[in-house]
């Protein structure tokens, strides 16, 4: 399974293709924490997650942010790997604030050839 383009996995990518009678249930594989790219924070996502970690605004900022690519807001930092700095294992340190780009896929956002790097299960809505 090849791994997606490093400028896959962007929710501004216009190529969405949303199902609205499925939703896609995450099995935690964990692939799209390990992509190469930006995992983007929203200014209202910084307090809350420096606050789930026990630290100030700046100290999360400082420790683990850095700009988007487009400079354009934060991103979480990625380990030389490639897998994102809050991945501890196949565990998300922040799961419960994580940021809305993690929480969003694939089912509010997603990119053409998604389902070949996912793992989430399709389970029809009534
Ligand atoms: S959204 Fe998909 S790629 Fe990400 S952890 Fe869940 S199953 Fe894996
Ligand atoms: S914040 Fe958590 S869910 Fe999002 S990419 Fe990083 S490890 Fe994965």
Known sequence: MSAPSRDFGSPGNRDVVLEPSV????QRCTKCCKWPGDVRI?????????AFLGLTESE?????TRLR?????????????HECVMLDGDVCRIHPVK???????????NFPGWRRVCEAIPVPLE
Do not use: H, M, T
Request: a negative charge.
């Open 23 to 26: 939703f896609y249930v995450c």
């Open 42 to 50: 929203g200014e209202d996502e910084i307090a809350p997650i420096a």
């Open 60 to 64: 999360f900022i400082g420790r683990f």
């Open 99 to 109: 940021p809305e780009q993690c929480a969003g896929f694939p089912n509010k956002w």
């Open 69 to 81: 690519s487009n400079r354009q807001g934060l991103s979480l930092i990625e380990k030389d790997n």
